[in-house]
Every structure is written in structure tokens, then in C-alpha cells.
């Protein structure tokens, strides 16, 4: 909120100096040069008192006083580096010392609310349960401390729990906070994301999951190894490293923040609290306290959500009147088919852009494979991410609807254009703030909504990043560690992924609005990623050469226009934000902003860079596959009977009506049999052949066993391949 001294206060005195006379309102501005005070007049001073906060003044007259040309002040709320106001000094100043007339601008922020004790017992309630979960599997599963164990669960779990895990790491609080806030700003379309969803989990499910389950491996970068060689291997692990760090950076910052927004804890601490409780129940309990606990979280989102829903849409006179409020505000033109893809969001950059962007973080992402191939069968893996589809609309439902009443509810004074909040993702924790200021303990469960997400999100990267260093680092130099050594090895690891998670926080600060910083991060990495493991899965005919070249071509493509936009964001035409009202704001407490004029911008920022962020993964994972074949046909295509058919799964698979000329043709000379995608359990495929064989690119086997769950019984409709125990 900006209060306009020059329109509704008249001159105001400044006094130069460092001093105020007892009694005084104590709002000040600092400048480069001088501290100033400003001195209402009385009858303002009850109003000031409550809302006053720092400004700040880039440029300010240079002397205290005299006779000079009116110079600019530009005010910054809050100290941070975006002009909100220009305004002039008067034209005539007193000649006596250390006093001028003023007219400018000053910026009250929203006050920090207080949690009641009850909001502190529930916010608290869930990091003692989620610890104790971490202290429970950690006490129980002490006699079977392998690393196996710690790291994947013996492959022993249930599609349930690990159906409520994937759900909750992916719907992090960058969903609770962001998602609400696209709505609020650039209306329903947010909800076509269920299309993207869906697609992605069947192909997940259909085409990269077998690969991965019954291959019998760990890490998903162990994969390239058996299909290219060590260095595609390194390669792509150490690109998720550094994916999965600025990803996590990301989900810690956005709870603190909205920690911050509605409590006034130091933002800092929120930080380092979210990373302390994350790395404790990590290290301790291994994946199957990830899982479990993020089963529980998952529910405490869904029970913040609803709260949320509940009281918002009684607030907003309920939802009939949320529809049509939200209607008569441009927020349900839903349907933009628009093929333009400098547009930010139509239905082909969620849905074709959604797709490229959420393929890349479940169809190939270690932290949600690893957690599939811990399931005791394949039938329970494809369970898993069914059920988590489920979960995935749902928690999608309720975000869309949360902005919608948040829209309902701040139609006609809107607290983010008026200056009462300084960022779109502060618009939940303020609405929540004002729709439960009389309901004590409420707050605090809409922080333990926004907490949830963030802890199972954390603390799977963190299990997938040790286990990734484990298996593609770790064992390659020492590779006769014993189970003891090795789970006491997995667990530092853990402990120094969550320090440098928790670090990462701090450049999250700097990114902007989390929902468009987190999934730009995913796709800048994610879609050259997800084109690595297509070529080694649809095209046998890919090369080494031929995935390590188009790797590097899809990794230098998404780069250059995601940091491109970063430099030169889109202008409003092609980001479209629907407008905001301030109509019913207090009158003297509303300004305009003053347009600044753009940089000059080279042409290129005005198609390249203005790409909608949903098409940075298409872009690098097209890239990285183009590139890919057409490297290994100039230096030679790969021999298809070099191939493990264990490792390739064309699509024509998946289609029972493909003639079998074509289904050969896509193999590209694959040795395989009939039985490669039909029941047998017998297990006499070439699958399973595959698997017991001695692989290519160094690999060295050393024992053969079955998977867990893979007897007689197993219905899960295809052979499961024997587990291969590998040192590299």
C-alpha cells in the first residue's frame, strides 16, 4: 500500500539528521547521504503509527538545504531493487539549516501476524511426527543395515505408501504457495495441467518404468552404462546433482517464505529448520522413512487444503458465488488455443510443454524411479504412479479453486498491485492470514500444508542423491565396501546433501516466482535428461557418441533461452496477466505506479527468449534426440546385436495393431523373442536372458539373484528380470 503525501498530505518538513524529537512517528528514510524524518501532522499520526515500514531513496537532493532544481526520489519498498514511485522534491526550500518541504511517497508492508499457541502446537506437531517416523524405521530396521536396504527398502514396499510419497515430493510448497497464485493472476488454465499429468504417467508407467524395474538396478544413470558407456554415465549424474541442488534451493526457500509472511520467524532460521528436520529423518531412516513419512504429509496437505477451501469459500459468500466472481473476471476462460509459443500459457504449452516438463520428472527422474523400483513387483511400481495420478489431480483441484476464491476474495483491492505485499507467492500465507485471524491453531496448519510438501520433497532428493553418489561414485572407486561401511557411507552422504540443499535456499531468494523457477530449473535439466534415456530406449541404432553429443546440444539450448529470458523477461503481451483491481482500496493509501521504460532489447528477446518457460524441456529434449541421431549416423549406428534387449523398449510395442514387419524394423536388429513383452512365468524370455547375461561397457556381474516378489505368484503380466548385483 503507498500513501501519496504529494496528492493527500500536501508538503511534509524533513528533517536532516539522525534524530527525532520525543514522540514523534518513527518512519524514516535513508538515503545515500542522509537519514531522514518524516513529521505529519498530527491527525495522521494514529494511521502512520500502524503501518509505517523503511522506504528507501535511491537519489536525494544533494545539500540539506538551499535554492537547486528540483531532483527525483525514487522510493523501494522494503530495500529491494524495483522502482515503485517517482515523485519531486518542492520547488521552494526554506533557507534555514537542515529543513526542506517534501513531497513523496512512503510504503507500509503487511505486519508480520503472531501465531496463538495453538497454531505453534500444530505447525510443531508436524516436524516431531516426522521425526519420530525417521527415529521408528531407523530403531526397527537397525539389524538390517545394508545399503541396499537404506537406500531402496529391500524392494519390499507396497504401491500405497509409495503412491502418497510420489504424490507429496511433486506437490511441493511450490503447489501450495505458487499454484494458488498462478490462478490468482493469470486465471484457470492452470487446471489443463491434468492432461499433461496424465500423459506423463502412462508413459512413465508403460514405456520407461519396465526399462528401469526390470533391469534390477539402482541408480537410473547405471542404465546409461549398460546402454552407452562410463562416461554418458558421469556425465548425466553429475547434471543431476546440480538439478536436483537448485531444485531443492527452491522448494526450501518457498515455505520459509510464507513462514516469514504470516509469523515474522526470521526467514533464515525457517530455512535452516526446514533442512535441519529433512537431513535428520533422512540419514536415519533410509527410503522407507521417506516414503512413509511423506504418506503422512501427504495427508496433512490435503487437510490444509480443504481447510483453506472450506472457510475461503464461505468468506467469499460460496462457491456458486466464487463461479460467477471468478467468471466476470476473465479467470475461467479456460481454452486458449492459441499455437503461439511465446504465449505463456494456452492448452499447447500446458499440455505438449506440461508433458516434455513432468516426463522429465517422473518418467526419468531418480528420485521418483527410485522410489517405483522399491516396490515389491512391477504390477505394485505401475500401481503407484496410477494411484498418484489420483493425487495428482486432487491436490491440482484444490490449488485451481484456492486461487480462484483468493481471487473472489481480493476482486476489488488487490494486495499485491496496492504494495501491501511485495511478491505474488505471499498472496496465500495473507489471504489464509485474514480468512482465519479469529480461528486460532488454523494458521498454523496451513503452514504445515505448505511445510509438508516441502520435507518430502527435500528429503527424497536428498536419499536420491546419495544414492545416485553411492552407486555411480562411491562403488566405482571402492567397490568391495561392506554392507556396514556401505550404509554408514550412504548415510554421510545424506547429511552433506541436506547441508548443501539447505544452502541452496539462499540463491532461491533471487529467483523470482517459485512455480516458474522451479519448473524452468526442471526443464532446463529434465528435458535434455529425458532425451538421453529416449535415445537409449526407442532408438537402438544411438551410439555413444551419438547420446553424449546430443546431450550437450539439448543441455546448451535449454541454457541459452532459459537464461536468455531470465536477462530479458517476456513483456506483458506475451505473458497475458489478467488485470487487478484496487478499485476499494482506502483512497489515500493507493498510488499508481510509474511505468519505467524498458531497456532496449535485442529482437531476439522478443522471440527466442519470450518462448513459454513449459517449452524449455521440449526444446532440450528434441534437441538432445536430434542431435543424437543424426551424430550416430555420421560416425556409424550402433550394431543391434551388441544390445541387451533387456535395455529397449520401442513404442511400437506398446501397439497391438503394429504388423510385425514394423515391430522388426524397430528393433533395428535387437536380437529378441516373442516372449520379450508376453507373460511368462516361466521366465524363458530374452528379458530375462538378457538380464542374466554379462552386459556390455565394463560392467562386471559377480552375482544373479531373483528380485524380490518375482516367483510363480507374480502377476504383475510381464517376466521379471533376475537382479544383477554389479561392481564397477
Not at 491434468?194 to 534390477?216: K, M, N, Q
Not at 492470514?433 to 496448519?445: A, N, R, V, W
Amino acid at each position: 500500500m503507498v500513501i501519496n503525501f504529494r496528492t493527500h498530505l500536501n508538503s511534509l518538513s524533513v528533517l536532516a539528521g539522525e534524530h527525532t524529537a520525543p514522540g514523534r512517528v518513527g518512519l524514516h528514510v535513508l538515503t545515500w547521504r542522509y537519514q531522514y524524518y518524516l513529521l505529519p501532522d498530527s491527525s495522521l499520526e494514529s494511521t502512520l503509527r500502524s503501518s509505517l515500514n523503511t522506504a528507501w531513496c535511491l537519489e536525494t537532493h544533494s545539500s540539506a538545504y538551499g535554492h537547486q532544481s528540483p531532483p527525483k526520489i525514487n522510493l523501494i519498498s522494503l530495500g529491494k531493487a524495483s522502482t515503485v514511485l517517482s515523485s519531486d522534491f518542492g520547488s521552494s526550500f526554506p533557507l534555514s539549516p537542515g529543513w526542506k518541504h517534501l513531497s513523496g511517497a512512503i510504503l507500509p508492508s503487511m505486519e508480520a501476524k503472531s501465531f496463538a499457541v495453538w497454531d505453534y502446537v500444530v505447525f510443531a506437531a508436524l516436524f516431531v511426527i516426522s521425526s519420530g517416523i525417521g527415529v521408528f524405521f531407523a530403531i526397527k530396521e537397525r539389524k538390517k543395515a545394508t545399503s541396499r536396504e537404506f537406500l531402496v527398502g529391500g524392494r519390499q514396499m507396497s504401491f500405497g505408501p509409495v503412491a502418497l510419497s510420489l504424490t507429496a515430493s511433486f506437490m511441493s510448497a511450490v503447489t501450495v504457495l505458487g499454484a494458488p497464485s498462478e490462478v490468482y493472476r493469470f486465471g484457470a488454465s492452470f487446471v489443463l495441467f491434468f492432461i499433461a499429468y496424465t500423459f506423463v504417467i502412462i508413459l512413465t508407467s508403460e514405456l520407461f518404468l519396465p526399462v528401469f524395474y526390470r533391469s534390477g538396478i539402482t541408480s537410473t544413470y547405471e542404465y546409461l552404462q549398460l546402454r552407452f558407456n562410463k562416461p554418458v554415465r558421469y556425465a548425466a549424474t553429475v547434471i543431476y546433482i546440480v538439478q536436483t541442488i537448485l531444485y531443492t534451493g527452491v522448494v526450501v526457500y518457498a515455505p520459509a517464505l510464507a513462514l516469514n509472511q504470516v509469523t515474522g520467524f526470521d526467514l533464515w532460521g525457517s530455512v535452516f529448520a526446514t533442512g535441519i528436520v529433512c537431513t535428520f529423518y533422512c540419514t536415519l531412516g533410509g527410503l522407507k522413512a521417506v516414503v512413509w513419512t511423506d504418506a503422512f504429509q501427504m495427508v496433512v496437505m490435503i487437510v490444509g487444503f480443504l481447510t483453506v477451501l472450506i472457510q475461503g469459500s464461505a468468506h467469499a459468500g460460496g462457491l456458486p458465488n466464487v463461479i460467477e466472481q471468478s467468471r466476470n473476471g476473465s479467470r475461467l476462460n479456460i481454452f486458449d488455443f492459441d499455437v503461439d509459443p511465446l504465449r505463456r500459457h494456452t492448452i499447447w504449452t500446458i499440455s505438449v510443454g506440461g508433458t516434455f516438463t513432468w516426463l522429465g520428472i517422473y518418467g526419468v527422474n531418480q528420485s521418483t524411479i527410485q522410489r517405483c523400483i522399491s516396490c515389491k513387483t512391477e504390477k505394485h511400481a505401475k500401481l503407484a504412479l496410477y494411484f498418484n495420478l489420483l493425487g495428482l489431480w486432487i491436490i491440482l483441484v484444490c490449488a485451481v479453486f484456492s486461487g480462484l476464491i483468493m481471487y473472489s476474495h481480493f476482486k476489488d483491492c488487490d494486495p499485491w498491485t496496492s504494495g501491501i505485499i511485495s511478491a505474488p507467492d505471499q498472496l496465500m500465507p495473507y489471504f489464509v492470514m485474514e480468512i482465519f485471524s479469529t480461528m486460532p491453531g488454523l494458521p498454523g496448519l496451513f503452514v504445515a500444508c505448505a511445510f509438508s510438501g516441502t520435507l518430502s520433497t527435500v528429503a527424497a532428493s536428498i536419499n536420491a542423491l546419495a544414492t545416485v553418489t553411492f552407486e555411480d561414485f562411491v562403488k566405482s572407486c571402492f567397490p568391495h565396501l561392506s554392507d556396514k561401511l556401505s550404509t554408514w557411507i550412504s548415510k554421510g552422504l545424506c547429511l552433506l546433501f541436506g547441508v548443501m540443499c539447505t544452502s541452496m535456499a539462499v540463491a532461491a531468494s533471487l529467483m523470482g516466482g517459485v512455480v516458474q523457477a522451479a519448473l524452468s530449473i526442471h526443464g532446463m535439466c529434465g528435458g535434455p535428461m529425458l532425451g538421453l534415456f529416449s535415445l537409449g530406449i526407442l532408438f537402438p541404432f544411438v551410439n555413444w557418441k551419438g547420446a553424449l553429443g546430443g546431450l550437450l546440444t539439448g543441455i546448451t539450448l535449454s541454457f541459452w533461452v532459459a537464461i536468455g529470458a531470465f536477462i530479458y523477461p517476456a513483456p506483458d503481451s506475451k505473458t497475458w496477466p489478467l488485470p487487478l483491481s484496487t478499485d476499494h482500496c482506502v483512497p489515500s493509501n493507493v498510488t499508481e505506479t510509474v511505468p519505467t521504460a524498458l531497456p532496449s532489447r535485442p529482437a531476439i528477446a522478443d522471440t527466442w527468449y519470450s518462448l513459454s518457460y513449459l517449452y524449455y524441456s521440449a526444446v532440450g529434449c528434441l534437441g538432445c534426440i536430434a542431435a543424437g541421431i543424426i551424430i550416430s549416423f555420421i560416425t556409424g549406428r550402433q550394431s543391434g546385436k551388441d544390445i541387451q534387449p533387456l535395455l529397449i523398449r520401442p513404442v511400437c510395442n506398446l501397439f497391438c495393431f503394429w504388423s510385425e514387419k514394423y515391430k522388426r524394423l524397430c528393433w533395428c536388429g535387437v536380437q529378441h523373442d516373442g516372449g520379450t513383452e508376453q507373460e511368462n512365468p516361466g521366465g524363458g524370455s530374452s528379458w530375462k536372458r538378457g538380464a542374466e547375461s554379462v552386459l556390455q561397457n565394463g560392467l562386471k556381474q559377480e552375482t544373479l539373484g531373483h528380485n524380490p516378489g518375482h516367483g510363480p505368484k507374480d502377476k504383475s503380466g510381464h517376466p521379471m528380470a533376475s537382479e544383477k548385483v554389479t561392481h564397477f
